[in-house]
T-cell receptor, first 111, second 114 residues
Framework: ELKVEQNPLFLSMQEGKNYTIYCNYSTTSDRLYWYRQDPGKSLESLFVLLSNGAVKQEGRLMASLDTKARLSTLHITAAVHDLSATYFCAGTTGTASKLTFGTGTRLQVTL | EAGVVQSPRYKIIEKKQPVAFWCNPISGHNTLYWYLQNLGQGPELLIRYENEEAVDDSQLPKDRFSAERLKGVDSTLKIQPAELGDSAVYLC????????????FGPGTRLTVL
């Protein structure tokens, strides 16, 4: 059974700073997703990582995947207040696309 | 393209009452998912439908929860009777198929059981 762990659970950072959120998973995952959730809102898909060494970037966010280490990272560059949200990683196994989510990282960017 | 639609957005009921949630997936999406999200947690899958067939309901508490997806489009999730511990957000998601297809989530229904 796939288990997904994220850390930190809560992250308070100043605008302009860089930081990384880590996502570890327990068994082979076919693909790794990153989602963003604003308070009271649904999940918004950010990245899908398909293979070892995959790196994707969108604005100030960059996600990477290391399947050998069973680790994905979400790197935030020069944080801005608009990035404040909860970020989830999720893995899948098999072709059924059953998503197993981590507990989420609540990011708070302060001025 | 319209997104996944859910209603109601909020529901407050007393324990032991029944409650139902409705989901309309993105047009053309054959796979529909219901997730439960407790406060401060990631979503957990309750049930997955391929068209009108429930193909994974292993996490659905069948003593009080039921779901249906008539005609393979809209879906309804029901709880009867509701318990205090059922207070959570119920999310619906859909994808074109279940094979490596991205899931799109609806806004969720926040249930409060008093």
């Amino acid at each position: 059974e796939l288990k997904v762990e994220q850390n930190p659970l809560f992250l308070s950072m100043q605008e302009g700073k860089n930081y990384t959120i880590y996502c570890n998973y327990s068994t082979t995952s076919d693909r790794l997703y990153w989602y963003r959730q604003d308070p009271g809102k649904s999940l918004e898909s950010l990245f899908v990582l398909l293979s070892n060494g995959a790196v994707k970037q969108e604005g100030r966010l960059m996600a990477s995947l290391d399947t050998k280490a069973r680790l994905s990272t979400l790197h935030i560059t020069a944080a801005v207040h608009d990035l404040s949200a909860t970020y989830f990683c999720a893995g899948t196994t098999g072709t059924a696309s059953k998503l197993t989510f981590g507990t989420g990282t609540r990011l708070q960017v302060t001025l | 393209e319209a997104g996944v639609v859910q209603s109601p957005r909020y529901k407050i009921i007393e324990k032991k009452q029944p409650v139902a949630f409705w989901c309309n997936p993105i047009s053309g999406h054959n796979t529909l998912y219901w997730y439960l999200q407790n406060l401060g947690q990631g979503p957990e899958l309750l049930i997955r439908y391929e068209n009108e067939e429930a193909v994974d309901d292993s996490q659905l508490p069948k003593d009080r929860f039921s779901a249906e997806r008539l005609k393979g489009v809209d879906s309804t999730l029901k709880i009867q009777p509701a318990e205090l511990g059922d207070s959570a957000v119920y999310l619906c998601a859909s994808s074109r198929t279940s094979s490596y297809n991205e899931q799109f989530f609806g806004p969720g229904t926040r249930l409060t059981v008093l």
